[in-house]
């Protein structure tokens, strides 16, 4: 399974790519991580903090409505949206299988739950960077003719990095 990566500097585009994605078919193959920009200047609290507000740690769909406007109408269309206090990011937002890699690797940070995804160490510390300064990134998980139409997707919404991960 391959992981194609994007990067999006802005927002909308990224909510854009990601309802393209649903419309080729793929769900829970998208995962999406970004700032959490309605907890900024907040302190960056603790993992458990972050748990707390969404009561386990990784909230429900409708949980999703926290994001604000963090990332709009994504939150609609992705399902285990959470919040996580990671430390030196601050708080983030993450949905899909990148989620649940980054609750079980948060002392890692974002850069520790992509190693867990297959990501070498070094380019998931330059993503890790992208979203501390306020980027959104995108993994999608697929095969084959599935990779390109993902890959393609994320490029014709205004990805500023596009990369495959064999």
Do not use: C, H
Not at 46 to 71: K, Y
Not at 84 to 104: R, S
Not at 117 to 134: H, L, N, R, S, T
């Amino acid at each position: 399974m391959a992981k194609i990566v994007g990067v999006f500097s802005d927002r909308k585009n990224a909510e854009k790519a990601v309802k393209a994605l649903r419309d080729q078919g793929f769900e829970k193959e998208i995962s999406i991580a970004a700032k959490d920009e309605r907890r900024e200047g907040q302190g960056q609290g603790t993992e458990m903090e972050a748990a707390e507000d969404q009561g386990m740690g990784m909230g429900e769909a409708s949980d999703g409505a926290a994001w604000g406007g963090t990332l709009g109408g994504v939150t609609g269309l992705l399902a285990g949206v959470g919040a996580l206090a990671i430390p030196g990011i601050g708080p983030i937002v993450a949905a899909g299988p990148l989620a649940a890699a980054l609750t079980g690797a948060v002392a890692g940070g974002v850069a520790g739950g992509l190693l867990d995804m297959g990501i070498p160490e070094e380019e998931g510390k330059a993503y890790e960077e992208d979203v501390k300064q306020g980027k959104v990134l995108a993994v999608v998980d697929a095969d084959g003719t599935r990779a390109e139409t993902a890959e393609d997707i994320l490029r014709e919404f205004g990805a500023d990095q596009v990369k495959i991960y064999q």
